[in-house]
């Protein structure tokens, strides 16, 4: 059986994305952000993104690509969006 992740105990506020989804089981989310930051700054890129908006989908709620990787839409994100 496929081990679930856990749920978030609380919407997230104005808290770093990265360290939100590394206190709430969603390390891998972060490793992939931490990749694609990792790119932009060894390619010398200014590149800033609010991680949020990312997490909460593209359009009709799909899941948006960065850099060529797509990230999952949260929930707790879209709650954040609103």
């Not at 808290?15 to 939100?20: E, F, I, L, N, Q």
């Not at 972060?30 to 993104?49: F, H, K, N, P, Y």
Request: proline share 6%; charged share 30%.
């Amino acid at each position: 059986m496929a081990k679930s992740k856990p749920r978030p105990a609380a919407q997230p506020t104005s808290t770093d994305a990265r360290k939100w989804l590394r206190e709430n089981g969603y390390d891998d989310v972060a490793d992939l952000i931490d990749e694609v930051m990792g790119e932009w700054a060894a390619s010398g890129a200014r590149t800033r993104r609010d991680w949020w908006v990312t997490l909460a989908g593209g359009v009709d709620g799909k899941p948006a690509t960065v850099n060529g990787r797509e990230f999952p839409v949260l929930a707790c994100a879209q709650r954040r969006q609103n």
